[in-house]
């Protein structure tokens, strides 16, 4: 898995480069032209939101490749594995066909005790794609709230790499909401590309510490796995 997570952040590195050689052609950012240097930031911010995804997934296949039982997985890697049926009951029941809401939203609350009982029968496998979505530009608290529903503690995070991917995300939706038109500071520019480094290294050495001591596994009295 570190050696996956290590090529994905390597290939998204090369690719900034380039496009940052491509654009710059060897001037310092602040020579640079503004639209050259908003694009840079823009697809900077894109790696940072597709490393994160990718990097939450393989997780997800790691816990998957275990086949545990419902048992021997924390109680938040049970609800991730039961996100969709989560979802439709928050959403609530309409009216379908023949049936009133009420028939609906009954039948919706034995689906999800249907598909209860077959998880604690049988070995836990998690949708990444519903357990890591992003739901939005990813920022701390979209972070946050994947770490909660793999069962790993928001502190295994160092605290000043939630303010690094918040101030890329801002950097990008001013950009994209019409901000920063005229002059980009080359400080701001060169910290971006330095916080989305640090941030996507810290993400793998958390992701590779939580395989390695099986943070998912409901912790034993006296078992050395660290909790999260």
Not at 1 to 25: F, G, V, Y
Not at 190 to 205: I, W
């Amino acid at each position: 898995m570190r050696a996956q997570l290590e090529a994905d952040i390597l290939w998204r590195l090369d690719e900034i480069r380039h496009l940052r050689n491509l654009l710059l052609q060897g001037e310092e950012p602040e020579k640079a032209l503004v639209y050259s240097l908003r694009a840079i930031l823009v697809m900077q911010y894109a790696h940072l939101e597709g490393f994160t995804r990718t990097a939450l997934s393989l997780y997800v296949d790691a816990v998957n490749s275990r086949s545990l039982p419902a048992r021997s997985l924390r109680p938040e890697l049970l609800a991730a594995a039961l996100a969709n049926e989560f979802d439709t009951l928050r959403r609530g029941a309409t009216a379908s066909g023949d049936e009133g809401k009420m028939t609906t939203r009954a039948r919706h609350q034995v689906a999800f005790v249907q598909r209860l009982q077959e998880l604690s029968d049988g070995p836990i496998s998690i949708a990444a794609e519903v357990a890591v979505s992003m739901e939005m530009n990813l920022g701390s608290d979209v972070l946050k709230k994947c770490l909660v529903a793999l069962g790993i503690s928001v502190d295994k995070v160092r605290r000043d790499q939630y303010a690094a991917i918040d101030f890329v995300k801002n950097v990008r939706n001013d950009i994209a909401h019409g901000g920063r038109k005229e002059k980009i500071p080359g400080g701001l520019f060169s910290a971006h590309l330095k916080k989305c480094e640090e941030f996507m290294n810290e993400l793998a050495r958390v992701l590779t510490k939580a395989v390695s001591e099986e943070w998912f596994i409901v912790p034993v009295a006296g078992a050395s796995n660290s909790p999260p």
